[in-house]
C-alpha cells in the first residue's frame, strides 16, 4: 500500500508566517495519488515533536522538505538527519534554491536521499512512483540524486510548465492543518496580506543571482485570469485584503500585468511584486498608471550599483545603467509608486583599493537616488557567492581562494549563518573596514529614511531617529553609529533585507 507524505517548511521567520507555497504547490502535484500532512516550522513551537509523532504513526514513510539558505537549515539539517537514525526507512527529498545549488553537500551528507532541482510538480510524483514500483530514476528530470556506483546523477531538466494547468493550490486543506487567517499578515500593504506565487523562474541570467542556475533564463507566468480567480477566491473565503506576489520577477510581461491590474482594480486590494528596472522602463505611461490605479504600491527592482562596468561584470550591464536607475526612481514618483531599489556592495574588485572605492562611489550614488526621490525605499546587502559554475563571476571568486563549506552541518555554524543572511560575506576580498563601513552606512540611512515597511514606528518615533541621524548623513560620518543603533534595538527596527520583504 502506498504510505503518506510529510511536507515541512523549516522555519524562516519569527513573526508575520507567509502561505508556504513552496510546500503547497508540492502537496498539490500529488494530492490526487498520495496523503499528505504539512509541518509548518513558522507556526509550531516545537515542530520536531509534530514530525515525530506523525513518524511513529507509521503512516509516513516519505519526508518532503523545502529548503532556502539561512535560517531554514537551522531546523532542516539536524531534523533530517534524526530521522535518518530514528526513522531509517524514511526517504528524504529536499527541494528548494538551497538544495540545489548545493546539491553535493546535500547529497553527501548521508541524510538526504533525492533533490528535486527546480519545480517539482511533475518530477516529484514521478520520484515517489518510482520508488514505490521500484523503477529507474533516470528518466524522471529535475533530479539529482546519488546512483549504485557512487555518482552523483543529474537528470535533465524539464521544460517549464503550464502554470493555467497545474492544480489548485489546496488552501482550503491548509486551512485544516493551519487556519489561513495564520498566514494573512498585517503588512503595511494590509491587515491580511496574502503571499502569492505567479511565476516560474527568470529570463535574465545576472551573474551573482541563484536563480540563474536552476531556470537558465527561463520564464513563466500563469495567466492573468488565472491569478486574478485564485486571489479573488482567497479574498471571498478568508478575507485577504492585500497582496504580496513572491515570483523572482513578477513584471515580465506588460500585456500580462496591465490586464491582471485591470481586473483586479475593482476589488480594492494593495499589491507589491518585484521587477527589472531596464524592464519597468519600457512600460508605457499608461500602463504604469494603470497599475497605481489597481492598487500597485510599491514594486522591488534590483538596482545592485551605479557603476556601469560593475553592472556589467552582474550581466546587468548593456541595458540597465547608474542613469537610467535614477531616472527611473524620479520618473516612477510622477505616479506615486514607491521604488523599492536593492543594491548588492562588495562585489570583488581587481585590488583592495578598487573595492573601497567602489563602496564609497555606491554610498554616494545611493545618496544621490534618495535626493529625487526620498520615498525610494533602499535595501542593501553585501555580495554572497552563489555557485553559478562555468560563469565569468564564479570563476573570479574562487581564484580568490573563496570556498563553500563542504560538509552540509558546517551550513549552520554562525559566520554560514550570518553568510546566508548576507550580512558576512566572508569574501577573501572584502575586509571588515570595509564591512563596517557599509553596516554602518545602512544604520545611518536607516534612521534617516526609516523603511515604510516598518508599521510599528509611529510618526513620533520616526522623527526622533530622523532628527539623530540627520547630522550623520548630511556630514558623511558613518562611523560608530552608536545612538542611531539604540533606537533601532529598543524600537526593533525592521529590516527587510534580513527578515524578508
Ligand atoms: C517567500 C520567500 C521567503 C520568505 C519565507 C516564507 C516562508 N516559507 O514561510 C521569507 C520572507 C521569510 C524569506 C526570507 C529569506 N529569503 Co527567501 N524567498 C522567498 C521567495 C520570494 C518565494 C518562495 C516561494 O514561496 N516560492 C514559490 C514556490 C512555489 O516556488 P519554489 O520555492 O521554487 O518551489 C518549487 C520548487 O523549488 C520545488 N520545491 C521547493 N521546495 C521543495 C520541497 C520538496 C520536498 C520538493 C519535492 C520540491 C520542492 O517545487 C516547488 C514547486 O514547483 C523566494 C523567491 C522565489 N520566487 O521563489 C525567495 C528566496 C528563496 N529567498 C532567498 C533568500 C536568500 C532569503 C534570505 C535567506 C535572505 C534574504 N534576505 O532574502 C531570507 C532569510 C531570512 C529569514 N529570516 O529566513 C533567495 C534564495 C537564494 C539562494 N542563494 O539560494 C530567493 C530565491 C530570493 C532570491 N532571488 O534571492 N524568503
Ligand atoms: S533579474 Fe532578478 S531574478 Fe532575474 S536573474 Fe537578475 S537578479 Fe535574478
Redesign the pocket.
Known amino acids: 500500500m502506498k504510505k503518506g507524505v510529510l ?1 515541512f ?1 523549516p522555519r ?2 519569527n513573526s508575520n ?2 502561505i ?4 503547497l ?2 502537496a498539490a502535484s500529488i494530492d490526487d495519488q498520495y496523503s499528505w500532512a504539512i509541518v509548518d516550522g ?1 507556526l509550531e513551537k516545537d515542530p520536531w515533536k509534530k514530525i515525530e509523532a506523525y513518524l511513529s504513526s507509521g503512516n509516513y514513510n516519505y519526508f ?3 529548503v ?5 537549515l537551522k531546523e532542516a539539517i539536524p531534523f533530517s538527519k534524526k530521522i535518518r537514525e530514528l526513522f531509517p526507512n524514511t526517504t528524504i ?6 538544495a540545489s ?1 548545493q546539491y553535493k553537500t546535500c547529497l553527501h551528507s548521508g541524510f538526504v536521499d533525492f533533490i ?1 532541482n ?4 511533475h518530477s ?1 510524483p514521478a520520484l515517489l512512483n518510482a520508488i514505490e514500483n521500484k523503477s529507474t530514476f533516470k528518466d524522471i528530470k529535475n533530479l539529482i540524486y546519488i546512483d549504485d556506483e557512487s555518482n552523483i546523477v543529474k537528470t535533465a531538466k524539464a521544460e517549464l510548465l503550464d502554470l493555467d494547468k497545474l492544480p489548485a493550490l489546496p488552501y482550503d486543506k491548509l486551512n485544516e492543518f493551519y487556519p489561513l487567517s495564520k498566514y494573512l499578515c498585517k503588512t503595511y500593504l494590509g491587515k491580511k496580506t496574502i ?1 502569492y ?1 505567479s511565476s516560474f523562474g527568470c529570463p535574465f541570467t545576472c551573474s551573482f ?3 540563474v542556475p536552476i531556470y537558465n533564463a527561463r520564464w513563466k507566468g500563469k495567466s492573468a485570469k488565472g491569478i486574478y480567480d485564485d486571489i479573488l477566491h482567497i479574498k471571498q473565503k478568508y478575507g485577504g485584503d492585500s497582496l504580496e506576489f ?3 520577477n513578477f513584471f515580465v510581461s506588460e500585456k500580462r500585468t496591465v490586464e491582471f491590474a485591470k481586473l483586479i482594480a475593482p476589488e480594492k486590494i494593495t499589491w507589491w511584486g518585484e521587477a527589472r528596472i531596464d524592464t519597468l522602463n519600457k512600460y508605457t505611461d499608461e500602463s504604469l498608471k494603470i497599475l497605481r490605479d489597481a492598487g500597485c504600491k510599491m514594486i522591488f527592482f534590483g538596482a545592485e550599483t551605479g557603476n556601469d562596468e560593475v553592472l556589467k561584470q552582474m550581466d546587468k550591464g548593456g541595458t540597465q545603467t547608474g542613469a537610467q536607475i535614477i531616472e527611473f526612481a524620479e520618473r516612477l514618483k510622477k505616479f506615486d509608486i514607491i521604488p523599492e531599489y536593492s543594491f548588492v556592495l562588495g562585489m570583488p574588485g581587481d585590488n583592495e583599493q578598487k573595492v573601497n572605492k567602489q563602496i564609497d562611489e555606491d554610498i554616494e550614488f545611493i545618496k544621490k537616488i534618495k535626493k529625487v526621490n526620498p520615498d525610494t525605499e533602499i535595501i542593501i546587502y553585501i555580495y554572497s557567492p ?1 555557485p553559478t559554475e562555468g560563469s565569468e563571476l564564479y570563476e573570479t571568486v574562487i581564484s580568490s581562494g573563496f570556498k563553500f563549506p563542504e560538509k552540509l552541518e558546517d551550513w549552520i555554524s554562525p559566520q554560514w549563518e550570518k553568510f ?3 550580512k558576512n560575506p566572508l569574501t577573501p576580498w572584502l575586509k571588515p573596514y570595509m564591512i563596517d563601513k557599509i553596516r554602518n552606512f545602512e544604520t545611518v540611512l536607516n534612521g534617516k529614511y526609516p523603511s515604510c515597511s516598518d508599521i510599528r514606528l509611529t510618526p513620533l518615533k520616526r522623527k526622533i531617529i530622523k532628527t539623530i541621524s540627520s547630522w550623520r548623513y548630511e556630514s558623511g560620518i558613518y562611523a560608530f553609529p552608536k545612538e542611531v543603533r539604540f533606537f533601532h534595538r529598543i524600537w526593533k527596527y525592521r529590516q527587510p ?5
Open positions: 511536507l517548511n524562516a521567520t508566517a507567509r508556504p507555497n513552496s510546500i504547490q508540492v513558522n518532503g522538505c523545502t532556502m539558505p539561512g535560517p531554514q527529498i529536499w527541494g528548494g534554491y538551497f545549488n528535486i527546480g519545480p517539482g510538480d516529484f503571499a506565487h543571482c541563484a536563480v513572491h515570483d523572482n552563489v546566508d543572511l548576507r533585507e534580513t527578515e524578508g520583504f
